[in-house]
């Protein structure tokens, strides 16, 4: 089955019970049990729901793994998957993951002996200076945020085999319409699913999936146990939401290429970062390993003054923080997500205080460019 196919009908299509062709929202906590024990594969919901069990077999699917699980936030999932480990345990992690992924490892889980090393992992040298006795997992997030570095998937997930480590990416940018880790060798993917797989700026959720039944059954546990689920209603919207997940990601790309060719040619702009540009350092990393770039543009306008003046006066790019939506998104790094990385660390990243981050929605592309021209004028 191809991606936009397997989109409408993988996973579990329609409800067994009434043929309704849409899952229904099955709205309940608890199941009738017809004897003791004897029940019809649901006993309580935070355990499972038949609409959330829908799209985690769906998102498996998708990914080509063992098992999906959903959560309540990309922050639940990507917590739940460092509980596989155990307090002593390292993870060495790609240098500018996603700020919550660095906040939950350096202000939380390390506060459970869960200890992290954050290096550039597009650099696949980094990984085994980090490496040390303790060390467990390989955590990896390509395209990154907000300077868009490629680390080779395959690569990275083989050097993490050679020293028994699991290999864990976060593919919120990518999607599973781009690129699916696990058939690239790693162990464990996961989304934010608020962002391009929900699509519209409507739900917050997260997905994993694993490529095993140990570790299928172990985070089994781990949902169950701690409980950050995911209810029926927002199960149902990410579920509305990949039914045109292909389609947003191919007009999300067209719209990227021809903005990044009006970006690249303005000159007001200093520098351009897209992995489908040429001249990217990672470019035919990311061109072997994804189907397609992405919607997610950084441009760089020199300084700070004139990167707020260009997001006072665009119409169609909305202020905010996410990604991922129908919506065109514009954002300042430095002042906005970014900004709890001090200001000497953020200039040794490249995450100047002029760069400007913009998630491309599906708006026509003319209306798009005119907007920026308009801005950066
Ligand atoms: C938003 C985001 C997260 C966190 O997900 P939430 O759904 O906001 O909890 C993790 N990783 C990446 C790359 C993200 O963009």
């Given at each position: 089955?191809?991606?936009?196919?397997?989109?409408?009908?993988?996973?579990?299509?329609?409800?067994?019970?009434?043929?309704?062709?849409?899952?229904?929202?099955?709205?309940?906590?608890?199941?009738?049990?017809?004897?003791?024990?004897?029940h019809?594969?649901?006993?309580?919901?935070?355990?499972?729901?038949?609409?959330?069990?829908?799209?985690?077999?769906?998102?498996?699917?998708?990914?080509?793994?063992?098992?999906?699980?959903?959560?309540?936030?990309?922050?639940?999932?990507?917590?739940?998957?460092?509980?596989?480990?155990?307090?002593?345990?390292?993870?060495?992690?790609?240098?500018?993951?996603?700020?919550?992924?660095?906040?939950?490892?350096?202000?939380?889980?390390?506060?459970?002996?869960?200890?992290?090393?954050?290096?550039?992992t597009?650099?696949?040298?980094?990984?085994?200076?980090?490496?040390?006795?303790?060390?467990?997992?390989?955590?990896?997030?390509?395209?990154?945020?907000?300077?868009?570095?490629?680390?080779?998937?395959?690569?990275?997930?083989?050097?993490?085999?050679k020293?028994?480590?699991?290999?864990?990416?976060?593919?919120t940018?990518?999607?599973?319409?781009?690129?699916?880790?696990?058939?690239?060798?790693?162990?464990?993917?996961?989304?934010?699913?608020?962002?391009?797989?929900?699509?519209?700026?409507?739900?917050?959720?997260?997905?994993?999936?694993?490529?095993?039944?140990?570790?299928?059954?172990?985070?089994?546990?781990?949902?169950?146990?701690?409980?950050?689920?995911?209810?029926?209603?927002?199960?149902?919207?990410?579920?509305?939401?990949i039914?045109?997940?292909?389609l947003?990601?191919?007009?999300?790309?067209?719209?990227?290429?021809?903005?990044?060719?009006?970006?690249?040619?303005?000159?007001?702009?200093?520098?351009?970062?897209?992995?489908?540009?040429?001249?990217?350092?990672?470019?035919?990393?990311?061109?072997?390993?994804?189907?397609?770039?992405?919607?997610?543009?950084?441009?760089?306008?020199?300084?700070?003054?004139k990167a707020?003046?260009?997001?006072?006066?665009?119409?169609?790019?909305?202020?905010?923080?996410?990604?991922?939506?129908v919506?065109?998104?514009?954002?300042?790094?430095?002042?906005?997500?970014?900004?709890?990385?001090?200001?000497?660390?953020?200039?040794?990243?490249?995450?100047?205080?002029?760069?400007?981050?913009?998630?491309?929605?599906?708006?026509?592309?003319?209306?798009?460019i005119?907007?920026?021209?308009?801005?950066?004028?």
């Amino acid at each position: 089955m191809n991606k936009k196919t397997k989109m409408i009908h993988g996973g579990i299509v329609g409800d067994p019970a009434t043929g309704a062709v849409s899952v229904p929202i099955y709205q309940v906590s608890t199941y009738k049990q017809d004897a003791v024990g004897v029940h019809k594969g649901f006993e309580y919901s935070r355990t499972g729901n038949p609409t959330r069990h829908a799209l985690e077999e769906l998102i498996k699917d998708l990914e080509e793994g063992e098992a999906g699980f959903a959560f309540g936030s990309g922050m639940a999932a990507i917590t739940a998957i460092m509980m596989l480990f155990n307090s002593g345990d390292h993870v060495i992690m790609t240098d500018d993951v996603y700020g919550g992924t660095y906040r939950v490892m350096t202000k939380v889980l390390n506060r459970y002996g869960i200890e992290s090393t954050f290096v550039d992992t597009s650099d696949l040298s980094n990984i085994e200076k980090a490496l040390q006795d303790n060390t467990k997992a390989l955590y990896i997030e390509t395209p990154t945020n907000p300077l868009l570095k490629i680390t080779d998937l395959e690569k990275a997930a083989e050097i993490a085999k050679k020293h028994q480590l699991m290999t864990i990416v976060d593919n919120t940018f990518s999607t599973p319409y781009w690129q699916t880790p696990l058939t690239l060798g790693a162990d464990i993917v996961f989304h934010s699913a608020t962002k391009y797989i929900g699509g519209h700026s409507d739900v917050v959720g997260g997905l994993v999936v694993v490529n095993n039944a140990k570790l299928a059954e172990d985070l089994h546990f781990i949902q169950n146990s701690t409980g950050g689920v995911l209810g029926p209603q927002d199960s149902w919207l990410l579920m509305r939401g990949i039914k045109t997940l292909g389609l947003r990601m191919e007009a999300t790309e067209t719209n990227a290429a021809e903005l990044v060719d009006f970006l690249t040619g303005h000159e007001g702009v200093k520098k351009v970062y897209y992995p489908g540009l040429e001249s990217h350092p990672n470019h035919s990393v990311a061109k072997k390993q994804a189907g397609g770039f992405g919607g997610m543009i950084s441009f760089d306008v020199g300084s700070g003054e004139k990167a707020e003046e260009v997001l006072g006066k665009v119409k169609y790019f909305t202020l905010a923080e996410s990604l991922g939506a129908v919506e065109s998104l514009i954002s300042l790094p430095a002042k906005m997500t970014h900004a709890s990385i001090p200001y000497d660390r953020r200039q040794d990243l490249g995450i100047t205080d002029g760069l400007i981050r913009i998630s491309v929605g599906i708006e026509d592309a003319e209306d798009l460019i005119e907007d920026l021209k308009n801005a950066l004028a």
